[in-house]
């Protein structure tokens, strides 16, 4: 069977590739399988990351249910699953507290045309050049604000003022609130992130997230836990996705919010081809990342016109769904049909769920997603470590583009002094 290389260049979506290729139906039920799977992981974490971005938690399944399909409908890699990923959040929650709502639907809406400009240009592959240390050290560094920005709701702080959004200002703060942690809260936040931990080195075919956050539910209710919820913040989850309209456009607002989009699209497309490139090396095969730009810039589109957040590729429901046994985009597809499924039928359970417990999902997302182990041995090298501790200190404490743009200078200059120094 051909891995795909030879059609990498291709502007042809997978699913076409797939289906005239001939698709069985044990390859149906295989489908079928890994986007019920991914649905039940998608369900919490799309909730966990919207709220943790600073928007209502259904925005987070509009963007699961509309973008994920897109996605794999339109994509250039077998197996991508969109949606929304912890790596927006700081990005999302800060254009959010800039704008408003409008505003970051407008700057989804903006950075998918520009998504979509660099995957029809040809431009797509160039991001795959950016250095390892560079893109260890804004994982690294976004790791580490996401959870600090979960720090309040996990210990169920009450700040004096807004949380502040800058690294030390934020630690600060949540420092002098201290006195007023709810024991409850952090018991359940605390609980769940050990729960899921458990749970994926005891069982790590069960749904971890889903019966962590079930479980969290059924304790605050019957324990009458003095514990913020999804419905006590934020009312009750619609049943349904709502009408497409165009986010309003105020005079001034479109250049105001370049940057903020230049920033989606950057982090988007490193996002969505380092998920694919995951993908390749689980399954031998080889996607097209001009398409897959294309694809995600389309899905960005249409989730800002459905009331959604960014999408990008993401590479832990991307490794769920293959190892749930997909084969074929149609497997991501079904994955959103799902979600919009639960969201129709068990939309009032949502109200339930404990706010600590999102939060402790995102604590396990956060240890999942920096990584530790590159860190450290980049860290290690001089090389690795001069392009590495500033990308990731800049992240932290700066800005992410910021971070990135100047990993990959850094970068740059280094290769530069390399061929210098070989041509004598």
């Excluded at 990923?85 to 639907?105: D, K, M, P, Y």
């Excluded at 979960?150 to 949540?174: H, I, S, Y």
């Excluded at 069982?203 to 997230?209: E, L, V």
């Amino acid at each position: 069977m051909p891995d795909g290389s030879s059609t990498a260049h291709l502007y042809r979506p997978k699913l076409v590739t797939t289906l005239t290729e001939g698709y069985s139906l044990a390859a149906l039920r295989h489908d079928v399988m890994a986007g019920l799977t991914v649905a039940v992981v998608a369900l919490p974490l799309s909730m966990a990351i919207a709220v943790a971005s600073g928007v209502t938690p259904e925005r987070g399944l509009f963007t699961a249910i509309i973008g994920g399909f897109l996605v794999s409908a339109l994509g250039g890699s077998r197996f991508q699953i969109g949606g929304p990923a912890g790596a927006f959040i700081v990005l999302v929650a800060a254009t959010v507290a800039q704008f408003g709502i409008e505003g970051l639907l407008l700057t989804v809406l903006v950075s998918g045309m520009m998504l979509t400009l660099i995957g029809a240009s040809g431009l797509g592959s160039l991001i795959r050049y950016i250095p390892h240390p560079v893109t260890v050290g804004f994982t690294c560094g976004i790791s580490v604000t996401i959870l600090a920005s979960q720090l309040r709701d996990l210990g169920g702080l009450t700040l004096a003022g807004a949380e502040p959004g800058p690294f030390v200002p934020k630690l600060l703060a949540l420092a002098h609130a201290l006195p007023t942690l709810n024991w409850s809260a952090l018991a359940i936040g605390a609980g769940s992130a050990a729960l899921i931990f458990a749970l994926r080195a005891w069982r790590p075919a069960w749904p971890a997230m889903l019966i962590a956050i079930v479980l969290a539910a059924i304790a605050a209710l019957l324990l009458h836990l003095p514990v913020e919820t999804i419905g006590s913040r934020f009312g009750a989850i619609p049943r349904g996705l709502p009408v497409p309209h165009l986010p309003d456009i105020p005079s001034g607002l479109l250049l105001q919010i370049l940057p903020a989009a230049l920033s989606f699209t950057l982090l988007g497309g490193v996002e969505s081809l380092l998920s694919a490139k995951v993908a390749d090396g689980m399954t031998g095969r080889k996607h097209r990342s001009n398409m897959e730009l294309v694809a995600q810039g389309i899905a960005n589109i249409a989730s800002a016109l459905f009331g959604g957040i960014s999408v990008t590729g993401t590479i832990a429901r991307t490794a769920t769904n293959i190892r749930a046994g997909a084969r074929s985009p149609l497997s991501g597809m079904l994955h959103s049909a799902f979600l919009l499924s639960f969201m129709v039928i068990a939309a009032p359970l949502a109200s339930y769920i404990p706010l600590p417990a999102l939060a402790g999902v995102l604590v396990v997302v956060c240890w999942y997603m920096a990584e530790k182990e590159a860190f450290l041995h980049l860290a290690t090298d001089w090389r690795g470590a001069v392009v590495l501790i500033p990308t990731f200190a800049l992240t932290v404490f700066e800005d992410l583009s910021l971070g990135i743009i100047s990993g990959c200078l850094i970068a740059a200059l280094l290769a530069g002094f390399d061929r210098w120094r070989a041509n004598g």
